[in-house]
């Protein structure tokens, strides 16, 4: 039930297919094993799934091995930094959060791209935006909490 939107989600952080479906039976085999840790009360179930995934596709990026793997890759893999077909607007919809981010102003939406949906840290966000890292840090801050503020 889950599977399709999940899978997006890996796939855009981590850029490639095989990987992706190797993050995602890690993540279900995650879920079935820490599924008493789900609270209802906490939040949806979908939420949770999310985060679990998310975190995952990020710790997978992160790794060693993906980074080797990734140096080694052929010039095709890196076209998305040339023409980045996969913007903010189209991922939210999966999830319904595109009219909340669509109040934001740009620059948060920017952030919370790189941030959340692409797997950045906050050093690399810096880096990619050109712009200090403790203003990364607070304008971060500053954009959840307008992001909060719209979800009340």
Do not use: H
Not at 39 to 64: C, H, M, P, Q, Y
Not at 92 to 102: A, L, R
Not at 126 to 149: A, F, H, Q, Y
């Amino acid at each position: 039930m889950y599977s399709e939107n999940i899978f997006g989600i890996i796939n855009t952080i981590v850029k490639d297919a095989e990987i992706a479906e190797e993050v995602l039976q890690d993540v279900f085999i995650k879920v079935w094993d820490k599924s008493d840790s789900y609270s209802s009360e906490k939040g949806r179930f979908f939420t949770w799934l999310l985060n679990i995934s998310r975190n995952a596709a990020i710790d997978k990026v992160r790794s060693k091995a993906y980074k080797n793997k990734r140096k080694n890759s052929d010039f095709d893999d890196f076209s998305f930094f040339i023409k980045d077909d996969m913007d903010l607007d189209s991922i939210s919809d999966g999830y319904g959060i595109k009219k909340f981010v669509d109040k934001l102003k740009p620059m948060c939406v920017k952030l919370i791209d790189l941030l959340f949906f692409k797997g950045y840290t906050q050093k690399e966000a810096s880096e990619t935006l050109e712009i200090p890292l403790g203003t990364v840090k607070s304008r971060n801050r500053t954009c959840l909490n307008s992001l909060r503020d719209t979800l009340q």
